[in-house]
């Protein structure tokens, strides 16, 4: 098993936090300056996209030309990368608010249901509680559970075996932490490959660009969380989103994330 771990800097003291404001503001200025980047580009590309099909409109037989589906299928993994890009380099942006975590779980259960129909002939979700209340960002979390969720229904969709409820959702609350596992009976992950997990840009998915966990990660520890990932060759797949039982006060952030 692994657990993801939050690395912190630690400053040198000084008057008014001077080195922590200044690092503070250079992160600021990256993710502004990343979020432009990633929105000018898929701007061209959306126009990209448009260019081919009015090609294709107005000469159909561009679609039977040598690699131009290439091309398509080249551009929009590129514009998939850079939507994925922009959501790793906001993920720790939160705007926080009182929520509802079975709310949430739900909205996720209901976000992948719509894109995977056939989730709910492997899902089984054990819920106790009516109600879950929490302060945090709904909508970061909801994102980052649908990721967890899409993971998991990839990896039993990919085993094609008959087993019931391949994929089970549930709760293990602790003293500390409200614990929301994702277990699924597929395959495994082998040893070598769990600690690069939440590494931006490991892959081992073709047409993947492996920024999936990282951008869970990131969004479990902006609100003072983890993840933890255990998987057995064979036996399957829990992940689970840890999120603080006594939450640390945070404060809403804005930028153009919204």
Avoid at 3 to 32: H, M, V
Avoid at 78 to 99: D, E, F, G, M
Wanted: net charge positive; glycine share 2%.
């Amino acid at each position: 098993m692994i657990k993801t771990k939050n690395t912190s800097i630690q400053f040198l003291p000084s008057k008014d936090n001077t080195y922590e404001k200044r690092y503070n503001n250079l992160q600021a200025e990256q993710t502004k300056i990343l979020s432009r980047i990633s929105h000018d580009l898929l701007n061209s590309l959306t126009l990209l996209n448009s260019s081919y099909q009015f090609i294709e409109a107005q000469h159909p037989e561009a679609a039977d030309f040598k690699y131009w589906s290439d091309l398509k299928s080249d551009t929009t993994y590129i514009q998939h990368y850079l939507t994925s890009l922009s959501k790793y380099n906001k993920a720790n942006v939160l705007r926080t608010r009182p929520c509802d975590l079975i709310k949430i779980l739900e909205k996720a259960i209901q976000s992948c249901s719509a894109q995977y129909p056939d989730l709910t002939k492997f899902l089984s979700f054990q819920n106790r509680f009516s109600s879950l209340p929490y302060y945090g960002d709904d909508m970061r979390l909801t994102e980052a559970i649908l990721q967890i969720l899409l993971n998991a229904f990839e990896a039993v969709n990919e085993k094609k075996k008959k087993a019931k409820e391949k994929i089970k959702i549930f709760f293990q609350n602790t003293n500390d932490f409200y614990n929301i596992c994702i277990q699924d009976n597929a395959d495994g992950i082998q040893a070598s490959s769990l600690s690069y997990l939440c590494e931006p840009f490991f892959t081992e998915k073709v047409q993947h660009v492996g920024l999936g966990l990282p951008i869970c990660s990131r969004i479990l520890y902006a609100h003072n969380g983890h993840l933890n990932i255990d998987s057995k060759i064979g036996r399957g797949t829990t992940v689970t989103l840890c999120l603080p039982v006594t939450k640390k006060e945070m404060f809403d952030q804005t930028d153009e994330a919204y």
